[in-house]
């Protein structure tokens, strides 16, 4: 990884030249005050240091996807994505992108959209939502802006520096923390034994009671990646199948033919997203994917705060 | 397994009326595609839908799968004839580690169309039918009329094979030919008088959740090894591959990780069964 204190105007110069290969977008803040990933012309008109309502995970794990047309028989992927170049991305949103990468390592269209996709990240300002965890290696991407300071991290992040490097004073070391500074409170120690004892339904059934099952926690996260599949015939009478976002409060996600749901009430139903942050299924076990971006609590209409229930699990008695 | 989501075609070269309710589909594709027993696919109905299905067994060219008529893909499904094309996804799944069986007695439990998964481990298990013990097959059915592949296992009955014992929960009136209907009322019933060598036999078995809820347990408090007791789970697979999340039960991705869980595993996954 190399780093460079870069001079005045290389941010609009960087647009100039990504946009020569790549659709470029960036944090804009619209009429409405919510802030979105948006193609950008103009590199004033990048939200700098504001979190967009939906990460970058829309453009990797769009939230309708087409995966397949039929023709003559056979089941035909879509054409591959354009290039495209999201800049301004903070590091926990970079973080999660890792994680996905992990989740859909075996899945080919999600590879072909990542190659695709270079990443420009930004030193994060956070709001009072935030609570990062501690961190101790980078996150992936191609280039990071640090103040007035560039690190790149791939060769592709190499090249455009060389193009560039008219507007870079001179080599810096990387001495970055990539430990944010709204640092939240450490995940609880033993936590998996802390899961088994405190599978009580009273807290959780507490919460179920207060929250309206409308899913915008699990809709903002950035980590999310619960989909379903659609299939119809399109206007040309082919067969189509799309991947959607799908959300674990919705009251179908866990049943079953013959009417059995394994997350009947709306308490049972958060205690799994919990699961799903904060302990992880299948080979993630053990791994939390929370970022702390704090989007989850600022969208919740009834004011439910993920960390209640790790408070909660953190104060909770262990055999 | 390939994790992408787009299928690969596949032809239906025969479909077999097995009840009323369910017929048995035997699928080929152009390029070999191997399911072991217990493992599962995503069939897809073009502009329909897809769903989970499991294998119940291997055929000359390819493998086939019993269906039943139960929403609005599978009725649509029900719609296709043999020649037509159909997507496949997969295979999926951990599927029996027949290690876990071999050199013991084998005693196979199914209830309902639970019998089609263990039809593939059946046929698995006679691949090489000398590396086991005793074989023996327990299936509870509805009625004599939902027996599936009836004549399949009263044929390897008569032989030696396998020893076989039905059960159904109502029976008008019992006939000639029915002689290998057991009992009138829970397949667990047929458990009674079998004689097993607890510490020389393997189990599997599947069938609705109420079976599992009595069955296993009942199973290990016979002796056999919690280790040795093997059950597959049906949830909503989605994409097989780990990552919808809509099959995971005590943190375990069920298409997997699973389907196939022994005893001892499914003991520390509360709500799994």
Redesign the interface.
């Known amino acids: 990884m190399d780093g460079f204190v870069v001079k005045a105007d290389f941010l609009p110069r960087l647009l100039q030249q990504l946009q020569e290969n790549y659709q470029v977008v960036g944090p804009v803040r619209g009429e409405d005050d919510v802030c979105r990933l948006q193609p950008l012309d103009e590199w004033s008109e990048h939200q700098e240091f504001s979190l967009p309502r939906i990460s970058v995970k829309k453009y990797l794990f769009p939230p309708n996807e087409l995966l397949y047309t039929t023709k003559n028989g056979t089941f035909e992927p879509p054409p591959p994505p354009e290039q495209m170049a999201v800049v301004g991305v903070p590091s926990c949103d970079l973080y999660a992108v890792d994680f996905l990468d992990r989740v859909f390592a075996d899945d080919p269209l999600y590879q072909r959209r990542r190659s695709n996709l270079l990443l420009v990240g930004i030193t994060c300002h956070p709001s009072e939502d935030c609570f990062c965890p501690p961190r101790d290696t980078p996150p992936p991407f191609d280039l990071f802006l640090d103040e007035e300071r560039v690190f790149s991290g791939t060769p592709r992040g190499d090249e455009l520096l060389q193009q560039l490097g008219d507007r870079l004073i001179g080599e810096v070391e990387i001495d970055h923390d990539w430990t944010c500074e709204a640092q939240g409170p450490p995940l609880p120690e033993n936590l998996e034994r802390r899961w088994a004892a405190n599978e009580t339904k009273s807290f959780w059934e507490e919460i179920g009671g207060r929250c309206l099952g409308c899913g915008a926690c699990s809709a903002v996260c950035p980590t999310c990646h619960c989909f379903d599949m659609q299939d119809r015939i399109d206007a040309a009478g082919n067969a189509v199948r799309h991947r959607i976002w799908d959300n674990c409060f919705f009251p179908n996600f866990a049943l079953v033919a013959g009417g059995h749901d394994f997350h009947p009430t709306r308490g049972a139903r958060f205690r799994f997203r919990c699961e799903h942050k904060l302990l992880g299924f299948g080979v993630f076990r053990g791994e939390s994917s929370c970022v702390g971006c704090g989007r989850c609590r600022a969208a919740c209409p009834v004011q439910i705060d993920i960390l209640e229930a790790l408070d909660h699990l953190r104060e909770g008695a262990i055999p | 397994m390939?994790?992408?989501?787009?299928?690969?075609?596949a032809t239906l070269v025969r479909i077999l009326p097995e009840d009323p309710e369910n017929r048995l589909f035997e699928l080929q594709t152009t390029t070999p595609f191997h399911v072991g027993p217990g493992q599962f696919v995503e069939l897809?109905?073009?502009?329909?839908?897809?769903f989970p299905v499991s294998t119940a067994g291997e055929t000359a060219t390819g493998f086939a799968t019993c269906i039943r008529q139960?929403?609005r893909v599978t009725a649509a499904m029900f719609q296709l004839d043999e020649g037509m094309?159909v997507?496949l996804r997969g295979p999926f799944g951990n599927g029996f580690d027949l290690t876990r069986f071999a050199g013991r007695d084998v005693l196979l439990i199914a209830g309902g169309l639970g019998i089609a998964p263990l039809r593939g481990l059946l046929h698995a298990l006679l691949e090489e039918r000398e590396r086991y013990g005793r074989i023996v097959l327990l299936y509870g059915a509805r009625q004599p009329e939902n027996i599936l592949f009836r004549e399949e296992f009263e044929e390897l009955a008569a032989n030696g094979t396998v020893e076989l014992r039905f059960s159904v929960d109502f029976a008008p009136q019992l006939g000639e030919g029915d002689g290998y209907i057991c009992s009138v009322g829970l397949v667990t019933e047929l458990l009674q008088g079998l004689q097993l060598a607890p510490d020389a036999t393997t189990a599997a078995v599947c069938g609705?959740?109420s079976l599992y809820g009595c069955v296993l347990e009942q199973l290990a408090s016979t002796g056999i090894d919690p280790d040795r007791i093997f059950a597959t789970l049906?949830?909503?697979m989605?994409?097989g591959?780990?990552?919808?999340?809509?099959c995971?039960?005590a943190?375990?991705?069920i298409c997997?990780?699973g389907p196939v869980f022994c005893l001892t595993e499914l003991r520390s996954m509360?709500?799994a069964i």
């Open positions: 390939s994790a992408s989501l787009v299928p690969i075609p897809t109905v073009p502009g329909s839908g897809e139960s929403g094309i997507g609705p959740p049906e949830r909503r989605k994409c591959t780990g990552q919808c999340c809509h995971v039960c943190g375990v991705t997997r990780d509360p709500g």
